[in-house]
Structures are given as structure tokens and as C-alpha cells.
């Protein structure tokens, strides 16, 4: 059983660059939430999406946005790219019909893209 | 102020010292809790949830105090693998958004 799969593994861009990233849920999940980690930091919530829309977001500009495909795959772009946007980016699928250990609707993360702005 | 808050640390601990961490949040509408534990440079990984009645799983006990706002996670008997980031998250209800805390840095030493 894949779990969450993420694409590429590293990227580096300059500053007013545009950038797509990939995430790939776990088998049967259908949800895909996106978080931007920080050196040091916790993850920030920046959206999730279901059933192809989005249905939450963080406090993230419009710079950010996503996408989801019927396979429940997802992409992030990052337009107009900062050096701030420089971070680990981690993709984490959760799904009704999701197994395994835990209460409720656990949220499976992937091994991330890590993205530097120059 | 910050949603989660917990202590970086780092904790510096001998092997099977017993380390405590807690964690306090803001938003008393939170519903859900869970302790992550991230390794260096890899993605975070459920450790356990957090119950009211407080749980335990082996060496770990995590507890929940809703009137104070806090949880808390104790790890008994410290492993050298037990060296990592660990995260507080809460959620207004499970699958919805992760508001993740900071993390604290445990170091186990032998």
C-alpha cells in the first residue's frame, strides 16, 4: 500500500518565479490538505481540498493556490515566488474511508518537497 | 500569541530518564488533539492522540486538560530513538486543519 507520495523531492526557483508541486494521496483517501513548514517551525496549515474544490484555507496570499484532479491528486502553485516562501512543503491525506491506527480521520503525511527561493 | 505554543527545548536527557512536555492552546473550541513526532529532515508522524481521560501507549502518556488548556506527553524509560521534534496539534474537529505548535527538541544520550 503507497503511502502519500510527493513531487520533486527538492526544487529551487528565484525570486518572481512560478512553481507546481504534486501530491499523490494515500490509497482510498480523498482528502489532501497542503502545510508549509518553516526551518524550526511548526507546519502552517495553507489549504485542503476535497471532492476537487477547496474547502478550507489558511492565512496564506492568493499567491498560493490548488488544485485537485478525480483521482484525489492534488497540485500547489506558488506564483511570484519571495524568498519567505522558502520551506518545506508537506501534502497530508485523510479520508473517510481511511484504515489504520488512530481516532477519527487521520491526516497521513508525505515525505515533502523542500523548496529554496534564491 | 501563537495558537500552540510549546517549549523548542532542546531537552537534553540521559538514556531512561523520563521527560515530560506540554503544550498550551488559545482557541477553546478545539475538539481534537494529537502528539506528531518529526525526525530531522523528514515529514511529521502521528505519535497518538489525546484523549480527555488521558491515554497511554507503552511508554507514552499523553493528557488533556480542556479547563486549563493544556496537554501534556510523558515518555518514560528514554530511548536514544526516541531523539526527535515533537509536535502539539489540535484541530477543531479531526480531518479539518492541523494547528501544529513549534515542536520540542528531545535529545536522548546515552
Not at chain 1, 517551525?41 to 478525480?70: A, C, M
Not at chain 2, 497518538?48 to 488533556?64: C, I, P
Request: charged share 20%; with cysteine.
Amino acid at each position: 500500500d503507497a503511502g502519500v507520495t510527493q513531487s520533486p523531492t527538492h526544487l529551487i526557483k528565484t525570486r518572481g518565479q512560478q512553481v507546481t508541486l504534486r501530491c499523490s494521496p494515500k490509497s482510498g483517501h480523498d482528502t489532501v490538505s497542503w502545510y508549509q513548514q518553516a526551518l524550526g517551525q511548526g507546519p502552517q496549515f495553507i489549504f485542503q481540498y476535497y471532492e476537487e474544490e477547496e474547502r478550507q484555507r489558511g492565512n496564506f496570499p492568493d499567491r498560493f493556490s490548488g488544485h485537485q484532479f478525480p483521482n484525489y491528486s492534488s497540485e500547489l502553485n506558488v506564483n511570484a515566488l519571495l524568498l519567505g516562501d522558502s520551506a518545506l512543503y508537506l501534502c497530508a491525506s485523510s479520508g473517510i474511508r481511511a484504515s489504520g491506527v488512530g481516532r477519527g480521520n487521520e491526516q497521513f503525511f508525505g515525505p515533502g518537497t523542500r523548496l529554496t527561493v534564491l | 500569541r501563537k495558537e500552540v505554543e510549546q517549549d523548542p527545548g532542546p531537552f537534553n536527557v540521559p538514556e531512561g530518564a523520563t521527560v515530560a512536555f506540554n503544550c498550551t492552546y488559545s482557541n477553546s473550541a478545539s475538539q481534537s488533539f494529537f502528539w506528531y513526532r518529526q525526525d530531522c529532515r523528514k515529514e511529521p508522524k502521528l505519535l497518538m492522540s489525546v484523549y480527555s481521560s488521558g491515554n497511554e501507549d507503552g511508554r507514552f502518556t499523553a493528557q488533556l486538560n480542556r479547563a486549563s488548556q493544556y496537554i501534556s506527553l510523558l515518555i518514560r524509560d528514554s530511548k536514544l530513538s526516541d531523539s526527535a521534534t515533537y509536535l502539539c496539534v489540535v484541530t477543531p474537529n479531526a480531518g479539518n486543519m492541523l494547528t501544529f505548535g513549534g515542536g520540542t527538541r528531545l535529545m536522548v544520550k546515552p
